[in-house]
């Protein structure tokens, strides 16, 4: 049996969690568009800067520290996603790496060929595709959504077909933390023969991945989600790696992830990254957590899903008594792996943007909008206003959640 998260112990960790306003602590319900790092992270970028310094491959001290980083960062990550390590390749960030991977998939496409997204997904996972789409004339459809914001998976049956080359869909909603059948979607596509992207953005920091169980070919996702810098990661095929067109310069490797990695790399980052996943491994421990590092990272993940689905429920429960406020997709606690703790609402005379204002005014950090998600407040009848978000992370406590609860109900009184 693993131990219950010590969110005492999670929260000294994260400087960040300090930060006053005014005579009240700061509260980071705004996790969905960027989550606090520990310190560890901070410690492991400044190392690297100070002591670390150099490009990789090159037959000096630094160099070969650089390389050797490099190599236990992409093991860490294989470790997170499922995959191997030659398959994580490193980038800017998700959306610029889903634009660069669009334009190398579309050049094997041709005139008449389908890619599918969904009206779920945010932006990221579906405009690069669109785009992609248009440049090779091929057609684009939409696996629709159901009011609850659910993905129809009779509208995913529908969709794909014979002449879908890819589908991208996301693992989860970040605008309602919606967890999507991404299992049973990708056994779809795949008997069309089509390949299948997954945007695991909003689903890395709350659920274990793995792009094995999932069987996709794809996985995107960024490491400032998960507690890391601002750096996207990417796993893939080792097949498709080594095998899609790819714009690069002439004297990078033609081989592996490096030829993926366009020019020098964000080293710095990367040791971050790879000290975020050193985190997570490190909580899994804290629970109880053995063997080697993926069993302790699903261990971490057994815990912080357990604690957040807690506070989840608190946040829910609360809204469900303001009069006017209305909760996008489902206002019903989920089971075990059926949602993120991510919370959209919407106001019968306040704005979101109003809401959020106030929040802020009195410390309590959120978005409001449509959180890149316009596919799905279009397709929810939100715009332009969008929904006020509030995003739960495993450093949250059950007294933030009633301090957010206690603002709205003196505001919306």
């Known amino acids: 049996m693993l131990r219950p998260l010590d969110v005492v112990a999670v929260r000294q960790q994260f400087p960040g969690l300090a930060r006053r306003h005014g005579d009240q602590p700061a509260v ?17 970028v400044q190392h690297y800067l100070l002591h670390d310094n150099a490009n990789h491959g090159g037959d000096f001290a630094t160099s070969r520290a650089t390389d050797a980083m490099l190599g236990r960062a992409q093991q860490a990550l294989a470790d997170l996603l499922g995959g191997a390590a030659d398959e994580v390749v490193f980038g800017a960030n998700m959306t610029t790496m889903t634009f660069h991977l669009a334009r190398a998939l579309a050049r094997t496409w041709r005139a008449g060929d389908e890619v599918v997204v969904s009206d ?23 696996i629709a959504v159901r009011p609850d914001g659910s993905l129809d998976q009779d509208s995913a049956q529908r969709q794909l077909g014979p002449r879908t080359r890819l589908l991208a869909v996301g693992a989860a909603s970040n605008l309602t933390g919606t967890v999507h059948p991404v299992r049973a979607l990708t056994a779809m596509a795949h008997q069309h023969g089509a390949l299948v992207f997954v945007d695991a953005v909003h689903y890395a920091p709350h659920l274990r991945i793995s792009a094995a169980a999932w069987g996709c070919d794809f996985v995107a996702c960024s490491a400032y989600k998960f507690f890391g810098p601002h750096i996207g990661v990417l796993w893939a095929r080792r097949a498709l790696l080594a095998e899609l067109p790819v714009d690069k310069v ?29 985190y997570l491994e490190q909580i899994g421990r804290s629970v109880g957590g053995t063997g080697d590092r993926s069993a302790a990272l699903t261990a971490a993940f057994t815990a912080i899903s ?68 316009l596919p799905l407040t279009t397709a929810l009848g939100l715009e332009p206003q969008g929904a006020l978000r509030i995003g739960i992370l495993h450093y949250h406590t059950a007294a933030e959640v009633d301090r957010l609860l206690a603002e709205l109900r003196a505001l919306l009184a």
């Open 306 to 373: 357990a604690y957040e689905r807690e506070l989840c429920r608190r946040l829910l429960a609360g809204l469900q008594t303001l009069p006017g406020v209305r909760v996008v997709g489902s206002s019903e606690p989920s089971a075990p792996g059926e949602r993120c703790p991510t919370v959209s609402f919407t106001h019968a005379r306040v704005r979101p943007q109003a809401l959020a204002e106030h929040l802020a005014a009195s410390g309590i950090f959120s978005w409001a909008g449509n959180s890149y998600s």
């Open 28 to 44: 980071f319900f705004d996790g969905p568009a960027g989550s606090q790092v520990p310190q560890t992270v901070a410690a492991a």
């Open 120 to 142: 779920s997904d945010h932006d990221a996972n579906v405009t690069p595709w669109t785009i992609a789409a248009r440049d090779a004339g091929c057609t684009v459809r939409a």
């Open 250 to 278: 002439r004297p990078a490797p033609d081989h592996g992830p490096d030829r993926w990695q366009t020019g020098t790399a964000n080293f710095e980052g990367i040791a971050g990254t790879l000290a975020a996943v050193e």
